[in-house]
């Protein structure tokens, strides 16, 4: 039996039926918080145990990661058998989530209103790539697809002339995230009133909204003051700034930085009409460029000390290698080495703090099914192909 930790979703049992990234992220973040989450995955897997080297076959490490701490049930949703042994794990639980398109969940009769009517209360949420209200309901959707509908690549060619995605499962993170709070708030209602309820998660909309909060700006209005687009975010010269060996990223943003920066440094092109805030964001492609000639004349070094010094936000530009021996990130305890049957991990581990109810990584990402006994032992029954064997035996 899965040993819970006092996190703040103790308690809590989640029947997670999702694949691939955005799902299995919610979820995971969810078990690090304390849920007992019970993967449901068909006999083949979860594709994405597969996507990825690893110790051993079917457990890549970006499955690893995104699935530790839960545990793995094969049902075979096609059966009998295998509905059967959902609908008695739905039963007790207080989550269905689940990342198939809609007809795909209501064909196998796990729609919600199949779910509700064998428990009312249960926290319901759909993880898809389109909302079901509009026409692209049943399109299939991946991080790429998804990057491009929301204007990211656009975006991209504004900054650097080329089209292109940023280098991260951006889409898939966010709306994992968004699916994370969307749930836990609908747990929170349920927490008041005893009311389940059903909560659709989109990553289309959730990116859509997520790329507007700044871009929507000025077309927001009626009548629109202009076209969509935050103009710093879109400035070509918006880039780390090259030094005498290496690169920074810096940001004089405010006037009282922009300042101390100017009284500091007295570059020769400092002049009354860059004083304010204002006045440098209509004139901001000028003003980046500008900085970067300074910045070329000292050493990365040199100029972290200064700027920190100022109060001025700067940032050398490290790889990503180097975030695993981050002083900081070592000093807060970020990362967990947890033993598995395949030897230490260290995983990055949970990035928020609770006084009373911390969470921390929940264990080893599980082998396919292996908990598929012990979770049937708990409800006081065999598991759904033993139960099956047995009739068919008599």
């Not at 042994?85 to 064909?107: C, P, Q, T, W, Y």
């Not at 790329?211 to 629109?224: C, G, I, Q, Y």
């Not at 990362?335 to 230490?344: I, R």
Request: hydrophobic residues 40%.
């Amino acid at each position: 039996m899965r040993t819970s930790h006092p996190g703040p979703l103790s308690g809590v049992r989640v029947i997670d039926l999702t694949a691939m990234v955005m799902g299995p992220y919610c979820t995971q973040i969810m078990a690090d918080l304390g849920a007992d989450v019970i993967k449901i995955e068909p006999p083949s897997g979860d594709n994405t145990r597969y996507i990825s080297a690893g110790p051993e076959p079917g457990m890549g490490g970006v499955f690893t990661n995104i699935n530790r701490g839960k545990r793995s049930v094969v049902l075979d949703l096609r059966t009998a058998e295998g509905k059967d042994g959902l609908s008695a794990l739905i039963e007790g639980g207080d989550v269905f989530i689940h990342s198939m398109r809609g007809k795909a969940i209501n064909a196998l009769g796990f729609g919600y209103p199949e779910v509700a009517a064998i428990n009312p209360t249960i926290v319901y949420t759909n993880c898809y790539g389109y909302g079901r209200r509009g026409p692209d309901a049943n399109r299939t959707a991946y991080d790429d697809t998804i990057q491009a509908e929301c204007g990211l690549p656009y975006v991209q060619q504004q900054l650097t002339g080329t089209p292109s995605y940023v280098g991260t499962i951006l889409a898939d993170k966010v709306a994992g995230m968004t699916a994370l709070y969307a749930t836990t708030m609908a747990l929170f209602h349920r927490e008041r009133t005893g009311e389940g309820q059903e909560v659709e998660v989109a990553m289309f909309e959730t990116m859509a909204a997520f790329m507007l909060v700044e871009h929507a700006n000025v077309a927001m209005f009626t009548p629109p003051l202009g076209p969509p687009g935050y103009p710093r975010a879109l400035a070509p010269n918006r880039a780390p700034y090259r030094t005498k060996d290496g690169l920074i990223s810096a940001l004089v943003y405010n006037d009282k930085q922009w300042s101390a920066f100017v009284d500091a440094v007295k570059p020769p092109w400092a002049r009354p009409e860059f004083a304010t805030l204002a006045q440098r964001a209509q004139q901001v492609e000028t003003v980046y460029a500008l900085l970067a000639e300074t910045f070329r004349e000292r050493t990365t070094q040199d100029w972290l000390d200064l700027l920190r010094s100022l109060e001025i936000p700067a940032a050398p530009v490290r790889a990503l290698d180097e975030l695993l021996d981050d002083r900081h990130l070592n000093a807060v305890g970020l990362f967990e080495t947890v033993d598995t049957p395949n030897g230490p991990v260290r995983f990055p581990g949970v990035p928020t703090w609770f006084s009373r109810t911390p969470g921390r990584v929940a264990g080893p990402a599980p082998r396919l099914g292996a908990h598929t006994e012990e979770i049937f032992d708990e409800l006081g029954r065999g598991t759904p192909s033993r139960e099956a064997s047995d009739r068919g035996g008599k």
